[in-house]
């Protein structure tokens, strides 16, 4: 067997045995060389939803004001979020210890009101600006209603954070499509800062155990 090109056939001199063996070895050359047509390669993997950007940019004295009240509405969810804790640290004590939630020296009390203080503030800014609507004083005013503060009981004040977060949270899904904002957007969007839930961490693959190099090992009781 004579193989000068090392391809595992034969080599073939006599013209006609080349011509009847074309198809055969050609096709085999082919495939070598990825010559084949490929399967198409499957779609590429979705990434995550983009919650920041409207599918459909906002155009228009009411898009942009919806599209300013839903990013208001986020922020006033993360500062309430952040009070909700501070109120859990600091201010669930009962019985003298919790007199001095009344100080109003007290450094841990005065962070808490500038907080709090800070949500009607990112409220104005968004329902204050031009193409905002009629109803924007009464939602400002559905805000401050329902803003904890440290002289009432805990029972009004658990009502109240639960009352701000639907009150924010349907701003959200309320002027979303107006915004610009597709519905699965709206969803994943009025799903965001929920208070106390926490992004778990993937845990750690179990290790793999010691090698003993075939012996058993055992411990004696």
Known sequence: ????????????SDPREVKALLGVKGVRDMAKTSGLPKAPPGAAASGPLDLNTPVKPPTGAAAQAAYTKVGAARAMLQQLNKVHGMYDKNFSAGGMAGAKEFNPFSTTNQEFDGAVAAIPLLARQAFRVSGSGSDSDRELK??????????????????????????????????????????????????????GNRQQLPKAPPRAPASSNGWTITRKK
């Open 1 to 12: 067997m004579i193989d000068n090109d090392n391809d595992g056939w034969e080599d073939v």
């Open 142 to 195: 559905l805000i401050t209603d329902a803003l904890p503060n440290r002289w009432s009981f805990d029972a009004s004040n658990k009502e109240r954070f639960k009352t701000l977060d639907s009150v924010l949270r349907g701003f959200v899904t309320n002027y979303g499509g107006l915004a610009g904002y597709s519905p699965e957007q709206i969803k994943g969007l009025a799903a965001q800062n929920v208070y």
